[in-house]
């Protein structure tokens, strides 16, 4: 089965995690606890962390069994320095020689996704976003949120490859039978693929087509 789509995970896949956004993210959500439910900064972040590890986000665990105001929620933790990416033409550059079509698929919502497209100067090459809210608000590593994404675009599993910072994300889209690159993940993480940075993307994308075309 031919491969049709190439699914790329947001952030910390499509640039380094030096960056810091998720680092930045990590702290509104944290800020976020601690506003609306009164917590102080160690209980944030153990809840944060715990439900992190249980559910796949933060938000999933706290739309589960805090009430919470995910619209709310998502504007609150995504509002963050605008300084924090740069336009990569080496990334814009290696965007427009991969074929086959290009879709986001991302645990945040779109206007962030849009934000970090914009600012990365790539966002010309994504011909869908799909985000959290989507599939649901049931995020990446839950199987639910694989199924919604394929039926979003109306694809097989073998059609689509799934390019991913986390291992246990990629997991899921393994089972299924996606193929998966990990991208500057822990080395003890499984996938079919694994690269340094997502500028070493190309030659495996190559790869995977001439082994599909044998």
Known sequence: MAIRFLLFDLDETLYPRAAGVMQEIGRQIRRYIMREYGATWEEADSLARRYHQEYGTSMRGLLLNNDLDVE?????????????LQPN???DALLAELPDEKVIFTNAD????????????????????????????????????????????????????????????????????????LVDGNPTDQADYKIP????????????????NK
Request: glycine content about 4%; overall charge neutral.
């Open 72 to 84: 709310r929620y998502l504007a609150f933790v995504h509002d963050l320095p605008r300084d924090l």
């Open 89 to 91: 033409q080496a990334l």
């Open 110 to 181: 779109r206007p962030h996704a849009e934000r970090v497209l914009a600012q990365l100067g790539i966002r010309r090459h994504f011909s869908r976003i799909i985000d959290v809210v989507a599939v649901g608000y049931v995020p990446k590593p839950n199987l639910a949120a694989y199924t919604a994404c394929l039926r979003l675009l109306d694809a097989h599993p073998a059609e689509c490859v799934l390019i991913e910072d986390t291992g246990r994300n990629l997991a899921p889209a393994k089972d299924l039978g996606m193929t998966t690159i």
């Open 197 to 212: 940075t997502i500028l070493d993307l190309e030659p495996i994308i190559k790869t995977i087509l001439a082994t599909q």
